[in-house]
């Protein structure tokens, strides 16, 4: 789960214990008015961050280090947790639960903010970008803005259609296919930077994060991890070299998923659903790579209690399921299996006691940190994804 080898850090940790000062703006504003195509442009992509904001991706889909980078040491023991999931499924709070956030401590903030009643009320996200927190156990925890996300949606498109913002370098696309694109690159990133990362859905019917991250497992071919980059230099136009360069390090990387499913009604938070899902799982991800690479992985408890008196065979361990119920309006309902509370606890103390897969070369904090904007770099320009995406509009599914 964390780098092999052992480092001093040259200067004492720096713990971020609460969340910087909340974005009040959208990440990319809708502007209006009757300026030129430039004004329209700057207006449309103009962000107000606050100072205090350590958000890893810019308002043009850059990658930026400066504000993160002082958080980090040359320590070589750590553990790079990330999620993703569509708007309102409980990403954040799920990553507060891992940070070890006490609620009930008075005067504290959460590490990462979650969805408030306005938000909820006016259907917009929470989390722009990418941001992270570090704990005092070194573990960096990576909180992405929604996927299929509507509001994300609203925020990028101009009036004409196209996004204002450039996801594929070169490319002029539209609002829809640039989003459709967004959520696929962080999916890229995450299973490239990170040793565990969580894919959250809501209910038990919603299959589009499984989807995605199948999706992701085709188009991250080629894409090394955080420790295997060997070029100092910006990325040359020819593939093949680039493939050569920064695959020399060994085999291809693939952080380890962990499925949750959240806000289960009563009806379905049952031990047969569950096991109906793990199968689901195993079948839907029999051939891909995301699967095989975690096969040889250490065996460990079934994901949740739920299966501890269902357990079967057949089901494939190394592909990890949380089934999470709908938490009670006064936080004291009597669930039949397990409560929400009980199972948040069991998704943190399995991504607490994981054995991910660790990083091809021995790797620091700060290097992770900078070669992870190089990953992303090489993300935007890679060969693969813009065929993906050519043939995405070449499909008649979105607007040209």
């Known amino acids: ?15 971020l214990l609460t969340k910087p000062g909340l974005v009040t703006s959208g990440k990319f504003n809708r502007g209006g008015g009757g300026g030129g195509q430039d004004d329209d442009s700057a207006a449309l992509r103009s962000r107000l ?29 750590f553990t790079v947790v990330g999620v993703i999931g569509p708007p309102g499924v409980g990403k954040s709070t799920i990553l507060n639960e891992i940070y070890g956030f006490d609620p009930s401590s008075p005067g504290m903030l959460p590490p990462f903010g979650v969805e408030s009643e306005e938000n909820r009320a006016t259907a917009r996200h929470c989390t722009v970008g990418i941001e992270p927190r570090i704990s ?24 004409d259609g196209s996004s204002t913002v450039s996801v594929i370098s070169g490319e002029s696309l539209s609002a829809e296919l640039a989003h459709e694109l967004m959520s696929i690159q962080l999916g890229v990133l995450l299973a490239s930077i990170c040793h565990i990362i969580l894919v959250v859905s809501e209910g038990v019917h919603d299959a589009s994060m499984w989807r995605l991250m199948l999706t992701v497992d085709l188009l991250k071919h080629g894409i090394p991890d955080p420790s295997s980059l060997t070029f100092s230099h910006p990325q040359s136009s020819t593939a093949d070299k680039e493939k050569d360069k ?3 390090g060994g085999d291809e990387y693939m952080a380890a998923p962990v499925f949750v499913h959240t806000r289960l009604r009563d009806r379905d938070f049952t031990p047969q659903n569950f096991v109906q899902m793990k199968k689901a799982l195993a079948r839907g991800f029999s051939s891909s790579f995301m699967r095989l690479k975690h096969r040889d992985a250490s065996k460990e408890a079934h994901s949740s209690a739920l299966a501890s008196d269902t357990q079967n065979d057949d089901l494939d361990s190394n592909l990890k399921l949380f089934l ?7 936080d004291s309902s009597r669930p039949q299996y397990e409560s929400y509370i009980s199972m948040l606890w069991k998704v943190r103390d399995q991504v607490l006691s994981t054995s991910g897969p660790s990083f091809s070369r021995i ?11 190089k990953i992303w770099e090489q993300m935007k320009n890679s ?3 813009s065929d993906y995406c050519r043939t995405l509009q070449s499909s008649g599914l979105f607007r040209k």
Do not use: C, H, Y
């Open 324 to 330: 999470i119920p709908s938490k009670g309006r006064d």
């Open 363 to 373: 790797v620091s904090e700060r290097d992770w940190l900078k070669n992870s904007a």
């Open 1 to 15: 789960m964390s780098s092999s080898g052992s480092s001093n850090p040259t200067q004492a940790p720096k713990i």
């Open 136 to 159: 005092s156990e070194r573990i960096i925890l990576l909180d992405t803005q929604p996927v299929f996300s509507p509001s994300v949606l609203a925020e990028m498109v101009r009036p």
């Open 246 to 248: 920064l695959l020399e």
């Open 49 to 77: 961050q606050s100072i205090g904001s350590l958000n890893l991706l810019s308002d043009s889909w850059d990658f930026q280090i400066d504000r993160f980078l002082p958080f980090l040491t040359d320590n070589t023991e």
């Open 383 to 385: 060969p693969i994804i």
